[in-house]
């Protein structure tokens, strides 16, 4: 069963007055479980496509059907709520709450969908022991090394059970050791909680954790 | 969970959060000290008006007294006073009732005459301070009195102001001839004793006080023009007057607010002083709140868009921010309530605010009103929540792959 499928998807810009396309005519079709890395140099349009897929971006033309269901059409409500439960991201510069402690920001998206504060508790702490931060749950984000932040935004990607995971550029601010450990820990959940993982990267670290690789170049699937 | 965030992020920026409640704080602090300078300033002129004759409500025949009584006092005279005191008397709320009748007359001193208006008061009703500070309840107390003594009611005796014992060339124990003419047209004439003169500054040149029971010496009439009644509480002066106009149809009845023009006018002065004082401090703060947001909104562009793309709603952020800026706002007003009370406590122990009137100097102590002080804040928090809107709507609406980017 397809868990994405893209119809004929364009994305256009525009830059002042003049409308700059980042992604043409691109059909996709990804099926559940799957490990996809986006690949391509910068300007490519893979950011662009993580941002359709991710609900975080409508395209210009096209359909996005993710799990059946076509989220072009959704209002922005929607769209938060099929975030929420949905997908699960993880960005490279980790995108952590600053105000929040590591118990909170991996907490934060099961408090949006209203799930009774014993069952938090349990879920967030499974989570943060899975990443191996127990120690650190009351820590802020600016008390953590980069790697151990990474590890907070996969707990908070997975702990609402996502069938999508989205991860733009996962290791580029890690380093080479510590992106290895990261994708190391992707992959186990992956293959623990059968969610379909998506990366943009340009990390070859990456592409040894799967065969499938698209290549993008200027907005276009130039490799399959 | 969003108001912890909201709260959190407000002791982010620490030297912003403070700069932005300073301004708060001090439009605040500072609304309340002169509102409650104001306040006890006019509550002190309140009193003396109050004292000065006009008690807290006035009782006369007709609504011409009021502006004719003194020049015409046997045309406004009460008729059946004993029963409409015996009324007066048994209403709880009054805790006195003072005749009296006001009339012109000649004065003639050592080599000068001048006309004065008297006012008769009963001797045990009327009291002259004996010095500034020394207040009196429930009694009529012009002025005080710079030599001499209140009235002994054992001879006929008069309390002039110290304008017209200057004029007059009298002092107290000495006898001035008073003349007033009788409703026929003829001249009535009675000597008086300066017992006091009072410190009355241009108003001293002109009235002068005797005992009600010497009033027959004057006029032809034992029935007083107006009565001056006080009550146990001002606040339930209008509640009394309801009362009182349907006990007495046929009389004029007034509280003293109607009758003190110059109090009101002053009243009204300040009170639109302090509105235009509360509407720069109220803009103030919605620029100040307004550029605090925003740098806010545009310095956590990619926060809020992580929110959104774990699936925070619009309505969510938009509430966030709201409560971001209504949290700084109640802070703001509180610490500035909390520091106006700081400040009007240090004010009260260095001695109080120093005031001069009429050659006299005072220092005014401040005590802020919890009122005074909710309605100065509750302005500031609600434009610190309209200040913040803006901002808010703009963070809520922004594209999340955009706020990602930044």
Known sequence: MNSILINNVSKNYALGKVEVPA??????????????????????????????????????????????????????????????????????????????????NIEYPLLIQDIFAKERKVRVNDYIEAVGLSQYSTRYPDELSGGQRQRVAIARAL???????????????????????????????????????????????????????????DGKISEN | MILKIAVKNILRNKRRTILTS?????????????TSFISQQMKGFREGIIRDGLGHIQIAS?????????????????????????????????????????????AAGKNKTITLLIKAYPSDKIHFSKTHDETVNGEISPSFLISGNNFTAETDEIIIGDLAAKILDVKCGEILTVMSILPGGALNASDFTVCGIYKGGDSG?????????????????????????????????????????????????????????FYMQVNGMYSAFLKVISAIMILVTVFVVMNTMSMSVFERMREIGTMRAVGTSRKRIF????????????????TGILFGYLLSFAINALGGIPFSYDGFSYHIQIFPDLYDAIKAALPVLFVSLAGTLPAAYKGSRLSVAETLRY
């Open chain 1, 23 to 104: 992604l043409k005519n691109i059909n996709l079709s990804i099926k559940k479980g799957e490990i996809i890395c986006l690949m391509g140099p910068s300007g490519s349009g893979k950011s662009t496509l993580l941002n359709l897929i991710g609900a975080l971006d409508t395209p210009s033309n096209g359909e996005v059907h993710i799990n059946g269901e076509n989220i072009s059409s959704l209002t922005d409500r929607a769209l938060s709520k099929f975030r929420n439960k949905t997908l699960g991201f993880i960005f490279q510069s980790f995108n952590l709450i600053p105000v929040l402690s590591v118990f909170e």
């Open chain 2, 319 to 334: 509430a966030m921010l709201s409560l971001e800026g209504f949290s700084l706002g109640l802070f703001g007003c509180f």
């Open chain 1, 159 to 217: 702990v609402t059970h996502p069938s999508i995971i989205i991860a733009d550029e996962p290791t580029a601010n890690l380093d080479h050791k510590t992106g290895k450990e990261v994708m190391d820990l992707i992959s186990s959940m992956n293959k623990k909680s059968g969610a379909t993982v998506i990366f943009a990267t340009h990390d070859p670290i990456v592409s040894d954790y799967t065969k499938n690789i698209i290549c993008l170049k």
């Open chain 2, 205 to 261: 040149k002109i009235y002068a006080y005797i005992p009600y029971e010497s009033r027959g010496k004057l006029i032809d009439s034992q029935n007083p023009s107006s009565y001056t009644i006080f009550l146990a509480s001002e606040n339930k002066t209008d509640q009394t007057i309801q009362t009182l106009k349907k006990s007495f149809p046929e009389l004029s009845i007034k509280p003293w607010h109607e009758l003190a023009d």
């Open chain 2, 62 to 106: 007709d609504i011409n007294f009021f502006s004719k009584g003194r020049f015409d006092p046997s045309a406004f005279i009460i008729k059946n006073h004993e029963s409409i005191e015996t009324k007066l008397e048994s209403n709880h709320e009054i805790t006195n009732i003072i005749p009296s009748i006001g009339f012109s007359a000649m």
């Open chain 2, 22 to 34: 300073l301004a708060m704080i001090m439009g605040i602090a500072s609304l309340l000290i002169f």
